[in-house]
């Protein structure tokens, strides 16, 4: 079963990425602390295995936390069907998109990182159920109905 392994908070657009060990997941409005609170793209997740992927196809590493998402677990890939529910911790989030790179990740990741990232960068969630999501909380993924 996939677990959390990495939790990421940026205060604002571009700053700096802080690592914490849990955050409190807010329904209806992201993580607490995060520049996304209170959009529609609520949380990002992104899956070790599509980092992976990239990384051979790179020929270099991608660390977590340099693709900016906000949750990082051990799976090897995301569903991007909307809907699908994912339960971490204490909260349920609702996968709402794929999360595309954006032309920051050149600088986060390294050279040619935005093409080889391509449906592999992660996904963008929204928060049904609050609660809080600590690193090491199993992950469970439910179908969309």
């Known amino acids: 079963m996939p677990s959390v392994t990495h939790l990421h908070l940026a205060t604002a657009h571009r700053s700096d990425l802080t690592e914490v060990s849990e955050v409190l997941a807010v329904e209806g409005m992201g993580l607490e602390g995060d520049r996304y609170l209170g959009t529609t793209r ?5 899956a070790e295995g599509e980092l992976q992927a990239a990384a051979t196809q790179l020929g270099y590493p991608i660390l977590p936390g340099s693709t900016r998402r906000n949750i990082t677990v051990d799976a ?3 569903p991007r069907e909307t809907g699908t529910l994912i339960r971490m911790g ?3 989030l609702s996968v709402w998109r794929d999360c595309p790179p954006c032309e920051r990740m ?3 990741v390294g050279p ?3 093409e080889a990232l391509a449906g592999k960068s992660g996904i963008a969630a929204q928060v049904v159920k609050g609660g809080m999501i600590r690193v090491g ?3 469970h993924i439910e179908p969309s109905s």
């Open 112 to 114: 040619k990182a935005r």
């Open 42 to 46: 609520n949380v990002t997740i992104v």
């Open 137 to 139: 909380d199993p992950v």
């Open 106 to 108: 050149y600088q986060t």
């Open 90 to 92: 204490e909260a349920t």
């Open 76 to 78: 090897d890939r995301l």
